[in-house]
């Protein structure tokens, strides 16, 4: 089944940098395919970050993320990053990849990054 | 940027009740260009990841069951749940994916009485 799989979330400082890795597995034509990193705040609702076409040419940002934070893919490793520069306490959240293109049709299960001092 | 507002926020409902969400939209959600509206609902479960419920204003996600159903206009949105099951409490967010930057509703609650 599809599978989607966060890591590189931590604990961080202000003004730090993080890379986010989001590994898919589970079904093929993976290239065919764009992804999305929606982010979660502590008890909040859900804020979408950046999403990544097929081959990586188009690229999609929140204002906020914009300078700061960069998506990639490699699609022979079946994986998209965000590296996130320049952490701010407001960037602490549960970060989830999801597949798109369409519709967010499935979500992995997240990883959480809280910046503080 | 567009707006999505959800009412209510909170939604106590008593099982097998009927139950409704609304989303309005600060934009239309209607591409001319195909005819579609670009409006989707989502569900998150305690402790959950979200989930896929309804896509491009009415389509059911698979798995989805048939008591949820969604509808609307360009601007006007409506998720309902014929009869409510205890499994489906949790945060319901609409979402449009017409224009970036995609943007969520703030979420309703919905919880068993």
């Known amino acids: 089944q599809v599978q989607l799989v966060e890591s590189g979330g931590g604990v961080v400082q202000p003004g730090a940098s993080l890379r986010l890795s989001c590994a898919a597995s589970g079904f093929t034509l993976f290239n065919k395919y764009g992804i999305h990193w929606v982010r979660q705040a502590p008890g909040k609702g859900l804020e979408w970050v950046s999403f990544i076409l097929f081959e990586g040419s188009n690229r999609f940002y929140a204002d906020y993320a914009k300078g700061r934070f960069i998506i990639s893919r490699d699609n022979p490793k079946r994986t998209v990053y965000l590296q996130m520069n320049s952490l701010r306490v407001e960037d602490t959240a549960v970060y989830y990849c999801?597949?798109?293109?369409?519709?967010?049709?499935?979500w992995g299960r997240g990883t959480l990054v809280t910046v503080s001092s | 940027e567009i707006v999505l507002t959800q009412t209510p926020l909170s939604l106590p409902v008593t099982p097998g009740e009927p139950a409704s969400i609304s989303c309005r939209s600060s934009?239309?959600?209607?591409?001319?260009?195909?005819?579609?509206?670009?409006l989707d609902w989502y569900l998150q479960k305690p402790g959950q990841s979200p989930q896929l419920l309804v896509y491009t204003l009415s389509y059911r996600a698979s798995g989805v069951p048939d008591r949820f159903s969604a509808s609307g206009s360009a601007t006007d949105f409506t998720l309902k749940i014929n009869r409510v099951e205890a499994e489906d409490v949790g945060l319901y967010y609409c979402?449009?994916?017409?224009?970036?930057?995609?943007?969520f509703g703030q979420g309703t609650k919905l919880e068993i009485k």
């Open positions: 934009q239309s959600l209607l591409d001319p260009d195909d005819g579609k509206t670009y």
């Open positions: 979402a449009q994916r017409l224009r970036f930057p995609y943007t």
């Open positions: 999801a597949r798109g293109g369409g519709p967010l049709d499935h």
